[in-house]
């Protein structure tokens, strides 16, 4: 009873997270159709929980997936210079794309790769026996370790505005996909974590009341 109960929490957290993903992805296409309130609507729901910087976003519909400031610059699309005195410069929910480069998703990258990767592994794991899986405390440490080293570190450079940090780092696609995908894993693991401490904790009460 308890597990089949759990596994269905998790079935339902997956599918929350993949109309929360798919609802991003659903921007650009309303933006293309023409319904651009309605987009304009989404991005400016999902711009309070996602930066939507446009070097680390993703582009639908358009010549080139993925863009740099200095392209979109090149193109006159932002200004040449931030309003927002940091490092790297701030180019972020105020510009949303256009019929040549296309249309942003209304999350980054890596939250692409954070909540893709969780659905995916979220589905395939609601539908195994938690407890024939054997889940480490210490795997589930390094799955998320990137992400959080990653967040970390990038946050202190913005805010101290250490320039020596090469943009190229700090905004690589590749990286954030990778880190993303990381952590998507590491929080379905950390879920079915729970509920496998869960589960045994019922076991070990159930084994006391029946004694």
């Given at each position: 009873?308890?597990?089949?109960?759990?596994?269905?929490?998790?079935?339902?957290?997956?599918?929350?997270?993949?109309?929360?993903?798919?609802?991003?992805?659903?921007?650009?296409?309303?933006?293309?159709?023409?319904?651009?309130?309605?987009?304009?609507?989404?991005?400016?729901?999902?711009?309070?929980?996602?930066h939507q910087r446009v070097e680390r976003s993703l582009f639908l519909m358009g010549e080139?997936?993925?863009?740099?400031?200095?392209?979109?610059?090149?193109?006159?699309?932002?200004?040449?210079?931030?309003?927002?005195?940091?490092?790297?410069?701030?180019?972020?929910?105020?510009?949303?794309?256009?019929?040549?480069?296309?249309?942003?998703?209304?999350?980054?990258?890596?939250?692409?790769?954070?909540?893709?990767?969780?659905?995916?592994?979220?589905?395939?794991?609601?539908?195994?026996?938690?407890?024939?899986?054997?889940?480490?405390?210490?795997?589930?440490?390094?799955?998320?370790?990137?992400?959080?080293?990653?967040?970390?570190?990038?946050?202190?450079?913005?805010?101290?505005?250490?320039?020596?940090?090469?943009?190229?780092?700090?905004?690589?696609?590749?990286?954030?996909?990778?880190?993303?995908?990381?952590?998507?894993?590491?929080?379905?693991?950390?879920?079915?974590?729970?509920?496998?401490?869960?589960?045994?904790?019922?076991?070990?009460?159930?084994?006391?009341?029946?004694?």
């Open positions: 009873m308890n597990l089949a109960f759990n596994q269905k929490v998790l079935l339902i957290i997956s599918l929350i997270v993949f109309f929360y993903l798919g609802l991003a992805f659903m921007a650009p296409m309303f933006m293309k159709g023409g319904y651009t309130s309605i987009a304009t609507t989404i991005y400016e729901i999902y711009e309070k929980f996602c080139k997936s993925f863009y740099t400031t200095q392209e979109l610059k090149m193109l006159e699309l932002i200004p040449n210079e931030s309003s927002e005195n940091q490092y790297p410069e701030y180019f972020g929910h105020d510009y949303i794309g256009n019929e040549t480069v296309g249309y942003k998703v209304a999350v980054c990258i890596r939250d692409i790769a954070l909540y893709g990767s969780f659905v995916i592994f979220g589905f395939l794991l609601g539908l195994v026996n938690p407890k024939k899986l054997k889940i480490s405390g210490w795997v589930i440490l390094v799955l998320l370790l990137p992400i959080l080293l990653d967040v970390g570190f990038q946050t202190l450079v913005e805010k101290l505005a250490i320039e020596a940090v090469p943009t190229q780092y700090i905004n690589s696609i590749s990286k954030r996909i990778v880190t993303g995908v990381l952590g998507g894993i590491g929080l379905v693991l950390s879920v079915l974590k729970l509920f496998e401490i869960r589960l045994t904790n019922s076991d070990e009460k159930e084994r006391m009341t029946n004694a």
